[in-house]
């Protein structure tokens, strides 16, 4: 400091304390007092000095610190100060500068307007309101100044690549809005910080979401919930390959392939325990037999081309019809037969099914079906 802050009466000009307060106005009076003693740094047009903060409480001792730095936030935010970065109850010092238009000369607050002889105070909606001072437009070639970086670098731990990102949404935003302030950079930090804050909290749910396995299984848990709703365990073991193939082709990703798993295969015993509720007796075919819609639902879910499956039809009555055999479920027979014929149709072996699955490609069915084509324990449900 270039000269000692001796205490003195505190003075509150009349005219301003009417216009921002009788607290705002004493404690902006006793900065723009204290501004001459100070030293002076000049940066990006504005002259900016350190205030100690215990000599600011000496001189307030009526006011808590945290009154103080209320007061101090007040001020900023009407644009009669700049506060530079954040206020920190233990920080030694307070970087302030009072906003000047031309070289450091502080401005003049406005007169307050003739008070009105009524109790409430009627507002022309029609006269412009006077712009508080210090308030600017953000401008196309705006950038936030240095002290506003190295504070959401060091201390909010964000990337110079986000930070920069930022910027051009955060001006358009501005400048689109109309709005004025009397700091942008504080303005620009709090915007960059709630920005990296909520990215941080998409990084945390997208690194949740995972491809599907191709040697996945359902957890125990799901197994004995699927279980206990009485579904074949021969069913459910038969649908664990299709389940996959589905999901790696469709590349999805998901935290939690457990409840999927159980919608599935929900889904598909109900479909298929509605197209064979009705067969109970033992019967032979008819020459008129068609299958269910549900089987070709089951055949979609298992990614079966339905034009092929009705193809079969026909040969699949002049076997059973030959034979004379009776069946209970002949919808059931009619998916394996249709199955198997899929499989035998696209000539894969072993090794190419092996391939496939590990590829994800392909034909969607035929790399599993050639190895789930028994579906006899149907018959005995």
């Known amino acids: 400091m270039s000269a000692p802050l001796l205490e003195r009466p505190l003075l509150v000009s009349p005219t301003l304390a009417a216009t921002i307060g009788l607290e705002g106005a004493l404690l902006y009076q006793l900065l723009a007092e204290w501004q001459p003693l100070l030293e002076s740094r000049p940066r990006q047009g504005q002259d900016w000095h350190l205030l100690d903060r215990q000599r600011l409480e000496e001189q307030l001792p009526f006011w808590q610190s945290s009154e103080i730095d209320r007061q101090l936030q007040q001020l900023h935010d009407q644009g009669l100060i700049i506060i530079g970065g954040a206020l920190i109850s233990n920080a030694r010092n307070i970087r302030f500068a009072l906003p000047s238009r031309q070289g450091g000369t502080a401005p003049k607050p406005r007169p307050a307007a003739p008070a009105a002889t009524t109790r409430s105070p009627v507002i022309n909606s029609a006269r412009p309101q006077q712009p508080v001072p210090g308030r600017q437009l953000i401008s196309a070639e705006w950038r936030p100044d240095p002290a506003a970086i190295e504070y959401l670098t060091r201390f909010g ?9 930022c910027l051009p949404e955060f001006i358009a935003h501005y400048r689109e809005s109309g709005e004025a302030r009397s700091s942008w950079s504080s303005t620009f930090s709090q915007y960059v910080s709630r920005r990296w804050k909520k990215q941080q909290y998409a990084d945390i749910e997208q690194a949740k979401n995972q491809p599907i396995d191709s040697d996945w299984r359902p957890s125990h848990d799901a197994l004995d919930i699927l279980l206990r709703d009485n579904i074949s365990q021969h069913f459910i073991e038969d649908a664990i390959p299709e389940f996959i193939l589905y999901w790696r082709e469709r590349g999805t990703l998901d935290s939690n392939w457990n409840s999927r798993f159980l919608q599935h295969i929900r889904l598909q015993w109900a479909r298929y325990t509605n197209a064979v509720s009705h067969e109970q007796a033992f019967v032979p075919i008819s020459n008129n037999w068609q299958p269910s819609p549900e089987v070709f639902e089951i055949l979609r879910m298992a990614r079966i081309d339905a034009d092929f499956a009705r193809q079969q039809v026909a040969e699949f009555i002049l076997f059973w019809r030959d034979s004379g055999q009776a069946q209970r479920s002949w919808n059931t027979k009619f998916l394996q037969h ?9 000539q894969l072996d072993k ?21 789930h084509t028994d579906r006899s324990w149907a018959d005995g449900l």
């Not at 731990?157 to 990102?165: G, K, L, P």
Request: aromatic share 10%; proline share 0%.
């Open 157 to 165: 731990r964000i990337s110079s690549e986000f930070i920069d990102a």
């Open 338 to 346: 249709v199955k198997y014929r899929w499989a035998h149709s696209h």
């Open 351 to 371: 090794h190419d099914a092996r391939q496939q699955r590990a590829s994800g490609s392909g034909q969607a069915a035929t790399g599993f079906i050639d190895k």
